[in-house]
């Protein structure tokens, strides 16, 4: 068998073609959604994907606002920028790449972004929410994890997930949103004892450790359904993911690959919280 890849270009067209119309008529009403994106230090990794929310922020009519600081930024002079975007009523959205630098306490900056702004869905607000299933910003890539099962087809209720990975900003919220579809949820990670057992009884696999190839074809049940949020850079310098994609998808009856899955999704589904901050606001002042 060959897995069917879930196209993250062709997916995340759709999301940004429905946040552009989106866009276009808060325009008309005189509202132009703002998205303020904060940058600390030189990561190269970082600086590539706020590169690409610039990017779909272009091609969607949002417009963008990064603020890049020096990576010897103090924790109090980032609050201070933070406070500013918090109370201009022209930014909808705002964010902060992570990783911080060491200086900087994560928990403290997160806090310090108002819930109806916190378009990554990080804030205590926003993951107690949904954690009670009631309406706020969902984290992109979960959310974006979410679109591409859904795309296959499949009913996710009732069907065995296994996330690997329990990160804050993936593998617990991932396994939050397919517990809220019905799905029965195991979470695995580094201290997990039968790893590929369960990885083996997984309807739906998702890996997200950050480890280049980490899951390979022998840990894949037949038919299962297979997402790959690693973004790695492999031992040839290429991008690779978290998934073996050749012997995963011998195995596997839906797959995404890497590049071209997830990344462009997450980045997708930012747009789309974007659009939903702008609009809220709207209603709230007019
Ligand atoms: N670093 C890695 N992924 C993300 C993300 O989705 N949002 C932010 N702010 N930083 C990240």
New binding site residues.
């Given amino acids: 068998m060959s897995a069917q890849r879930i196209e993250g270009k062709v997916l995340a067209a759709a999301v940004k073609a429905r946040a552009a119309a989106q866009v276009e008529q808060l325009k008309r009403q005189g509202v132009e959604p703002c998205l303020a994106v904060v940058l600390v230090g030189e990561n190269p990794a970082?600086q590539t994907?706020v590169a690409g929310k610039e990017r779909d922020c272009a091609a969607c009519g949002i417009r963008s606002v990064r603020y890049d600081l020096p990576a010897e930024t103090s924790q109090q002079e980032l609050l201070e920028l933070l406070a500013r975007l918090a109370a201009d009523d022209t930014v909808h959205g705002m964010?902060?790449?992570?990783?911080l630098p060491a200086q900087i306490d994560e928990q403290a900056v997160i806090a310090a972004i108002p819930p109806e702004k916190d378009v990554?869905g990080?804030t205590p607000v926003n993951v107690g929410r949904m954690m009670i299933g009631q309406p706020c910003f969902l984290?992109?890539?979960p959310a974006g994890c979410l679109e591409m099962i859904r795309s296959t087809g499949i009913s996710i209720a009732g069907k065995h997930a296994v996330v690997v990975g329990r990160s804050n900003?993936v593998g617990k919220p991932a396994a939050m949103l397919l517990l809220a579809e019905n799905a029965t949820v195991t979470i695995c990670h580094s201290r997990t004892a039968d790893l590929a057992d369960q990885c083996r009884a997984a309807d739906i696999l998702v890996a997200a450790v950050g480890k280049p190839g980490f899951i390979t074809g022998d840990m894949v049940k037949p038919g299962a359904v297979v997402i790959d949020v690693g973004i790695n850079r492999g031992a040839d310098g290429k991008l690779c993911g978290d998934v073996d994609y050749a012997s995963a998808a011998e195995k596997a009856a839906f797959i995404t690959p890497v590049p071209g899955g997830v990344g462009l999704m997450?980045r997708a589904m930012l747009m789309e919280n974007t659009v939903q901050a702008a609009r809220r606001a709207a209603e709230k002042n007019g």
């Fill in positions: 970082s994907y964010l902060v790449q992570l990783p990554d990080f984290p992109c890539t900003i997450t």
